[in-house]
């Protein structure tokens, strides 16, 4: 039972419109738009919707101006509002490689066919703050590319596949894939869990743990395959119709990362491969989401698990970022009760296993310190 606190609920209403209030910032500047948070703060509703898991820039922009830019209270807010939702269909899987693609690189081959894309980076700037940033200047047009200048864009993952130099990509079983939304985590996760829980899980707690397979703490020598960012449809089949209808398209982030493999009694020395996939643009996440996924597959290629990467509950149990924030945050919470429990017993305990020594004062009932009956009596 927890000690009752006076005026608590008035203090908690004052607190929310305090809260409100330096949300709304100073008064005589505009208020920010949600068409300002989704058009310019694009990486920030792309992370929302990805770790959130529901693809909505508006509601995603509205969850991020709610909470003043704390991404993770935002993605706690589209998280509970996700669970309001009715679930009236399933869409077929996308198809990364018919991608209406914005960016597309590689770092294994130079010249892929369809051509590598550098799209909105990053990478080449100098990590200068740009004093044009303090105002709205000019800003200068890109050179637009035609879809004409864009020929058939294969995965660079189907290139090696059609040497025979990277494991398969898998076949359809039939198989529900598991639904973590619906689902409690289980272990051992299957491979599908794993990977729908690393889309939700924390970019800064993947990227921590997919630079630690780089350091030595898993067995991993990656390269990235490919990159790639843009536009897919998502088709849904309808009974009435016999065929599968384009419902709409998100952009997403795909990763492939090859890795090499040594072989192994029954497998011949190939590549073998780490996935990541996101909403939106987000390529570190989805760089590390693949890193890890190699790292937890240690036990398909008879690999020793010695790192936290390649354990498979301590990464599941501690990527997500709302339970994360939930067992934290609630020892802010009141424990006075359970504090004053363990006040007392601490008091109790130094008491008894207290030191003696005999220059120590008489005790004002007269015994000396050293005489048993008192340590029995405080027993």
């Known amino acids: 039972m927890y000690v009752a606190v006076k005026g608590g609920e008035a203090a908690i209403a004052n607190a929310h ?19 300002q948070i989704a058009g310019q703060l694009a990486l920030a509703v792309d992370r929302v919707m990805a770790e959130g898991s529901l693809y909505d820039p508006e509601l995603a922009a509205m969850a991020v101006r709610q909470s003043r830019g704390d991404l993770i209270e935002a993605i706690f807010l589209i998280r509970a ?46 990590r200068l703050i740009e004093p044009d940033m303090a105002e709205d200047g000019p800003v200068e047009a890109p050179a637009s590319r035609e879809p004409a200048d864009s020929g058939p ?31 409690p985590l289980a272990f051992p996760a299957s491979r599908d869990l794993r990977l729908q829980a690393l889309a939700r899980g924390d970019e800064g707690f993947l990227l921590g743990l997919g630079y630690s397979t780089q350091r030595g703490y898993g067995r991993t020598h990656p390269f990235v395959g490919e990159i790639r960012i843009g536009e897919v449809e ?37 590549f073998t491969r780490g996935y990541g996939l996101v909403f939106g643009q987000l390529e570190r996440k989805a760089m590390a989401m693949s890193l890890v996924d190699r790292a937890l597959r240690a036990d398909e290629f008879d690999e020793e698990r010695r ?22 945050e609630h020892l802010k919470l009141p424990h006075y009760v359970d504090f ?38 405080a027993e």
């Open 340 to 377: 004053q429990a363990e006040l007392d017993l601490l008091r109790t305990m130094r008491k008894v296993d207290a030191p003696v020594t005999e220059d120590e004062p008489p005790h004002r009932d007269g015994r000396s310190p050293s005489d048993p009956s008192r340590r029995d009596a």
């Open 153 to 183: 864009s294969p995965r660079v993952t189907d290139i090696l596949g059609d040497d025979g130099l990277i494991e398969g990509d898998g076949e359809d079983d039939g198989r529900e894939p598991a639904d973590l939304t619906r689902s």
């Open 81 to 126: 509002y996700r669970t309001t939702l009715p679930r009236f269909a399933a869409s077929r899987p996308i198809d990364t490689g018919k991608m209406q693609i914005e960016r597309r690189i590689s770092a294994t081959y130079k010249d892929l066919p369809g051509g590598q894309l550098l799209g909105p980076t990053f990478d080449y700037t100098h």
């Open 307 to 328: 790192s936290p990467a390649q354990d498979e509950e301590f990464v599941l149990a501690h990527s997500d970022n709302v339970q994360a924030t939930g067992f934290v």
């Open 234 to 270: 998502v088709e849904v089949d309808l009974p009435e119709f016999g065929f599968p209808v384009v419902i709409g398209r998100v952009r997403v982030t795909e990763c492939q990362m090859v890795s090499q493999f040594t072989g192994s009694k029954s497998e011949p020395p190939q």
């Open 17 to 35: 419109r305090l809260l409100a209030d330096r949300r709304r910032g100073e008064r005589s500047l505009p208020a920010l738009t949600l068409e």
